[in-house]
């Protein structure tokens, strides 16, 4: 069975930073392409970012690209996200998803992070 | 990197159909063949239903369809259920490994 179980979110102060984890199983983790998708309280999905089976190519969305750095564990099937400069509007629901065929086939319970003085 | 347009709301009695659309550009939806659909109820992770335009993972019903015209993508839901009630949000590649999410639909079943 496939499982995908995220931590590390919390409350910050807006500038700060947090990293979040994916810890994954029942799958060969190297094998997919990963994503982060957030979701504010009350709003809808927003994509954040992906990262290949290798960690050689990733990609971001604009209003995270140069803040949020995603990261993948191959040995320890782990996925992170480690997010800098934090803002009040990066509040939200992270969750981890894997990929198929375009598609996030598998999703998290989701980690909330909250940005607030 | 705009959100796809969806509609806010959209709604259909037991056994009716409803059909979501899903409008982006030649840059993402009119561009490639990776759009995909997800079922969100409230409190709840998004469940995949649609991937690659069209194709259903296992285990979800074929009364959900998928198809594309150009820039605009469509989801069908015929013979409604209670269960169907949810948020519907679908999602394009956008290129140079970005994707985007549409604004999201909620359905509801009268």
Known sequence: EVQLVESGGG???PGGSLRLSCAASGFTFSSYWMHWVCQAPGK????VSRINGDGSSTGYADSVKGRFTISRDNAKNTLYLQMNSLRVEDTAVYYCARE???GSSDWGQGT????SS | QSALTQPPSASGSPGQSVTISCTGTSSDVGGYNYVSW???HPGKAPKLMIYEVSKRPSGVPDRFSGSKSG???SLTASGLQAEDEADYYCSSYAGSNNFVFGTGTKVTVL
């Open chain 1, 11 to 13: 409350l910050v102060q």
């Open chain 1, 44 to 47: 809808g999905l927003v994509w």
């Open chain 1, 100 to 102: 198929i065929n375009g």
């Open chain 1, 112 to 115: 909330l992070v909250t940005v």
């Open chain 2, 38 to 40: 997800y079922q969100q």
């Open chain 2, 71 to 73: 820039n605009t993508a």
